[in-house]
């Protein structure tokens, strides 16, 4: 058993353009609060987490309303770049979720890759507003960050946060953002570093996988077992970085497209971990999104 994790894009607005962002935020949309309430009722047996992401979850004026709800059953999950996170807001969904905020490096270095002056200082503040709620910190390893690493992990303890360190997924902006993919060999002491972490009971994660010959047998140890997303159009994807559209819940009831997806080729592969489609002449063997997921047809 695994938990299953709905991700809903609940608005396109977001303040910044970061340089790895899957799904080019900004951009138009947003789900209204009464479909939102119809997702959550039907993820029931579906799913067991619920995570409202964006674009900025924050500047959707229905985000505590909807955390509310869905938090009487499922455990919830907000994605934030930590701009803006007003306080008001932070008191209503207090107790009612975690909070994961993308950091992306220190000062500077986030600021650069989050696109906006003083993004790494609003982030701070956030986290500050949010000492007492339980939190996560997503780190995406680009380049710039691979120094800063250490760091990271100090910042984490101090905010008593879980870390998880995700590979570039080149698709989105990351795909015209090719400077800041990491390189594979960098890749490879990094993934030694923080598996032993995990390993040692370290409150780190990693989603950095790095294909090998035993994936044949076992399969990938995937991380996006059981996910879907839902865009901010209604479009149902895989995931958040897969471009394939399993039906729209303005068309159709999300049940029933999630039932249906799940006898499709890619996700009865996905949940095997890909064991029949594993290649081994990967030149990047950490990038199994792109090379091997998104080739398997529906
Ligand atoms: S393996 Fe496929 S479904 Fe899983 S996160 Fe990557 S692109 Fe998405």
Redesign the pocket.
């Known amino acids: 058993m695994y938990p299953r994790f709905l991700e809903i894009e609940i608005t396109g607005k977001c303040m910044y353009k970061c340089k790895h962002c899957y799904g080019r935020f900004p951009k138009p949309g947003e789900l209204p609060l009464e479909k939102v309430y119809e997702i959550i009722s039907e993820s029931h047996g579906l799913f067991d987490c619920l995570i409202f992401s964006g674009g900025e979850p924050f500047l959707h004026p229905d985000l505590a309303e909807m955390v509310k709800r869905a938090s009487k059953d499922f455990v919830v999950f907000i994605t934030t770049s930590g701009f803006p996170v007003p306080e008001d807001q932070t008191e209503r969904i207090k107790n009612s979720a975690v909070l994961v905020f993308g950091l992306d490096g220190i000062g500077n270095t986030h600021d650069f890759y989050r696109s906006v002056p003083g993004a790494f200082r609003n982030l701070m503040q956030a986290m500050d507003i949010t000492r007492d709620l339980p939190k996560e910190i997503i780190t995406t390893l680009w380049k710039g960050v691979i120094p800063q690493i250490d760091e990271i992990i100090s910042l984490g303890e101090k905010y008593n946060a879980i870390l998880h360190f995700n590979g570039i997924?080149p698709v989105g902006r990351a795909k015209d953002n090719t400077d800041i993919l990491p390189d594979v060999k960098e890749l490879e002491k990094v993934y030694k570093k923080l598996y032993q972490l995990k390993m040692t009971g370290g409150a780190v994660t990693t989603d950095l996988y790095r294909v090998t010959e035993m994936d044949k047998e076992d399969g990938i140890g995937?991380f996006?077992r059981g996910?879907f997303n839902i865009t901010p159009e209604g479009n149902v994807r895989?995931?958040e970085?897969?471009h394939a559209v399993l039906g729209n819940i303005f068309e159709r009831p999300l049940k029933e497209i999630i039932i249906q997806a799940n006898k499709t080729a890619l996700i009865k592969s996905?949940e095997n971990g890909f064991r029949d489609h594993i290649r081994l002449d990967l030149q990047n063997p950490f990038d199994?999104?792109t090379r091997i997921?998104?080739r398997i047809p529906l």
Do not use: K
């Open positions: 997924i995937l996006c996910r895989p995931c970085f897969h996905r199994y999104h997921c998104h």
